[in-house]
């Protein structure tokens, strides 16, 4: 069983704590925030995975739309797949989008088996266009309707990827989802209140609110 969570702590302690597979989320109140909660009955708008390498940097594993952070993959600024510096990524997503972050963390370390299977699936997504608002809502719906056959690897075309389908696929990858379409997948399925169950006796403990010192002083 995931171990209890406190229920916040602060952004060093949380980018020290965090393991690849952990999962980090976010929900913002502007105008996008809410039209993503509500295209997809969510309550979090944006969600990411934690990927820590060895001595490297903890990372974060996602799809936006900005494109002011380096990839630190392709070492180029681009829209979509995107591998970022973690601390980076919740600075800018709590300071500049005005959100709130929230850690969910494996309840074990994932194998080196899973960790090299994450990242051949960020070599293979990173950079994948980020899809428009009226794709992804129409993409989460057909996602949860039922299909008479398994779908095939190739089905969703691979074209572009919203934030929830890059974890989706990259935690496939890992073992740790079936593999169905991942556009079945919003960023409120990796909440708490979804219920999501993972395979290989792997669970998810609750959310962990982040808090991050204003930025007041760095001016």
Not at 20 to 25: E, I, K, P
Not at 47 to 58: E, F, H, I, Q, T
Not at 113 to 138: H, I, K, Y
């Amino acid at each position: 069983m995931p171990r209890e969570a406190p229920s916040s702590i602060g952004l060093d302690d949380a980018v020290e704590l965090t393991r690849t597979g952990d999962l980090w989320l976010f929900r913002g109140h502007s105008t996008a925030d809410r039209a993503i909660r509500g295209l997809t009955n969510s309550p979090v708008n944006h969600v990411g995975m934690a990927v820590v390498v060895d001595d490297l940097p903890a990372l974060m594993w996602h799809a936006e739309l900005g494109r002011t952070l380096p990839d630190l993959w392709s070492g180029t600024n681009h829209r979509g797949a995107q591998l970022h510096d973690l601390r980076a990524a919740v600075l800018r997503w709590t300071r500049e989008y005005g959100q709130q972050a929230w850690l969910r963390q494996l309840d074990r370390p994932v194998t080196r088996a899973m960790e090299d299977a994450a990242l051949r699936t960020v070599a293979r997504l990173d950079g994948m266009p980020f899809p428009s608002t009226s794709a992804l809502a129409g993409r989460w719906f057909l996602g949860r309707v039922p299909v008479p056959r398994r779908p095939r690897r190739g089905d969703l075309g691979l074209e572009n990827a919203y934030c929830a389908e890059i974890v989706a696929m990259t935690y496939q990858s890992m073992g740790l989802l079936p593999s169905e379409r991942p556009n079945r997948y919003d960023p409120g399925s990796f909440w708490s209140g979804d219920h999501l169950r993972l395979a290989e006796g792997y669970g998810l403990g609750g959310e962990i609110a982040v808090t991050v010192p204003d930025d007041s002083g760095a001016r």
